[in-house]
């Protein structure tokens, strides 16, 4: 874990509000110049704590109407079988968010596709084809009340 001050914490919140903020322009917010925090951005991508920057898309804009959570539950919980299974769903373009889980399944995938229609062919041609599935259970999302990818930073007083 990072030791975050409260000038690394107000970055990270400004970036995660809009990541297209030149370096200038957080200064100015942080009432700082130009290079402390050109190092302090450069040092928390570095250290891997600012992993990418990313345009969020609004998927019904898209035509991807569609968003359910699969719990899958393998058959075998062997090493290969695992690593197989992990190989095959990252490479699925409709699952957006893939989890290890405890409790009755093993993995909880996000999909986002464009209907039912799609999501049925996602699950009998791609899923379905997977070798070692037991089960799944999907749950499907009728609406969205919070949606986020901001987290709140923690500043750790020395």
């Keep these: 874990m990072h030791n ?3 000038t690394d914490a107000k970055i990270l919140q400004y970036l995660q509000q809009d990541a297209t903020l030149k370096t200038r322009e957080l200064a100015e917010k942080l009432n700082l110049s130009y290079t402390p925090v050109y190092e302090r951005v450069r ?3 570095k250290e891997g704590v600012i992993r990418k920057y990313v345009a969020l898309v609004d998927r019904e804009k898209v ?3 569609l968003m359910a959570f699969c719990n899958i539950a393998l058959k075998e ?3 290969v079988m ?3 299974f992990v190989k095959a769903v990252v490479a699925m373009p409709e699952v957006t968010e893939c989890f290890n889980i405890s409790g009755d399944y093993d993995f909880l995938l996000k999909i986002i596709v464009e209907d039912m229609s799609q999501y049925q062919q996602f699950l009998m041609q791609k899923l379905g084809s997977l070798e070692n599935i037991g089960s799944t259970h999907s749950l499907f999302v009728m609406g ?3 949606n986020s990818s901001e987290l709140e930073m923690q500043v750790h007083k020395k």
């Design 4 to 6: 975050l001050d409260e």
């Design 43 to 45: 040092r928390l991508e």
């Design 63 to 65: 035509g991807k109407k």
């Design 77 to 79: 919980h062997s090493k």
């Design 82 to 84: 695992g690593e197989k």
């Design 144 to 146: 969205e009340i919070k």
